[in-house]
C-alpha cells in the first residue's frame, strides 16, 4: 500500500521569512513566554491543540494549571519537529504570570496565520498511520473540516503541517501534497489554497460560498467569515445565525 512520503526537510518551515506582528511566542524548550517575538517568521499552533492531551497522561492531568498543559504541549512538539518558538495565542492567553486556555476565538486575527511560517493543525479524531489510503479516510470525517474557524487556517496559512490524536507529525502529509484531496472535500479551488494571496482577490460571493461545508449551528460561522472578508463586526448576544449573517452582509456592502 502507497505510504505518505516523508519531506524533504526535517523541518519544513525553517526558511520562512513572513514579519512577526504582535504575537505571543512560546520557547519550545520549556514552554516560557518570550517577551521579544523573534525576527523570523514562526510556526502557529491550531486552535485544535486546546483538545491535546500529551501521552501517556497522569491521572491528575484535569486538575493542573494550563500553563503546565501548556509547557508540556510545546516540549512534546519540539521534540517531534526541532522548531524553536512556537506561537501560542490560538491556544492560550497570558494571564499575568500565568497561560489560560483561550476561550474568545474572535480575537484571534485572520493576519496571524498569513503571517505564520506554518499552521500545526490537530487532527484529534484521525489515528496515526503511514499509509495514504487510511490517513485520508479517518481524515474525512476529522471535525477541522466542517468547523468554522478551521476555515480561515486552511485559507491563509501558506503551510499546513498535521498532527495526529497522538501528537505525531504525518511528515509527508501538508497542505501542498494534499492539494487535491483539501479542495475536494471543502470545495474550494486548489489555485485558492495553493496561494493564500489569492483569497482576499476573490470576489465577496465566492468567499462567503468558502462556508457552505461549515458547521452553521452556532453564530461561529459567521464570525470566522470576518477575517476572510476583511469586516470589523462585534457579536451580539443571543444573535440567531441568520441575523448575525445579515449584519455581515451590511458590513460588506457598507465598505
Known amino acids: 500500500m502507497e505510504s505518505i512520503p516523508e519531506s524533504q526537510s526535517s523541518n ?5 521569512q513572513a514579519e512577526p506582528d504582535n504575537r ?23 486552535y485544535t491543540w486546546m483538545h491535546y492531551q500529551p501521552p501517556p497522561m497522569p491521572s491528575y492531568y484535569d486538575e493542573l494549571p494550563a500553563d503546565w498543559k501548556k509547557n508540556n504541549m510545546c516540549t512534546e512538539l519540539s521534540g517531534l519537529r526541532g522548531y524553536a518558538y512556537l506561537q501560542i495565542d490560538t491556544c492560550f492567553i497570558a494571564n499575568g504570570p500565568h497561560v489560560v ?25 484521525v ?15 476529522d471535525p477541522w473540516l466542517t468547523e468554522p474557524w478551521a476555515l480561515q487556517e486552511l485559507l491563509a496559512s501558506r503551510k499546513i503541517i498535521f498532527y495526529s490524536q497522538e501528537g505525531r507529525c504525518f511528515l509527508g502529509a501538508t497542505k501542498e501534497t494534499l492539494l487535491l484531496f483539501l479542495s475536494e472535500e471543502t470545495g474550494i479551488v486548489g489555485e485558492v489554497l495553493a496561494n493564500y494571496k489569492l483569497v482576499k482577490k476573490a470576489c465577496i460571493a465566492m468567499r462567503l460560498s468558502w462556508a457552505a461545508t461549515r458547521d452553521d449551528a452556532t453564530v461561529d460561522v459567521v464570525h470566522s467569515l470576518k477575517g476572510i472578508c476583511s469586516v470589523s463586526m462585534t457579536r451580539i448576544p443571543d444573535e440567531s445565525v441568520p441575523d448575525a449573517f445579515r449584519r455581515l452582509q451590511l458590513q460588506l456592502i457598507q465598505k
Open 127 to 141: 489515528k496515526y498511520t503511514d499509509h495514504v489510503i487510511e490517513f485520508k479516510r479517518q481524515f474525512k470525517d
Open 101 to 125: 486556555p483561550r476561550e474568545d476565538m474572535d480575537s484571534i486575527m485572520y493576519s496571524w496565520y498569513e503571517n505564520a511560517a506554518a499552521c500545526l493543525v490537530y487532527l484529534r479524531s
Open 12 to 16: 519544513p518551515v525553517e526558511d520562512s
Open 24 to 46: 505571543t511566542i512560546a520557547s519550545i524548550l520549556n514552554g516560557s513566554l518570550v517577551s521579544r517575538p523573534p525576527k523570523k517568521a514562526v510556526p502557529i499552533f491550531s
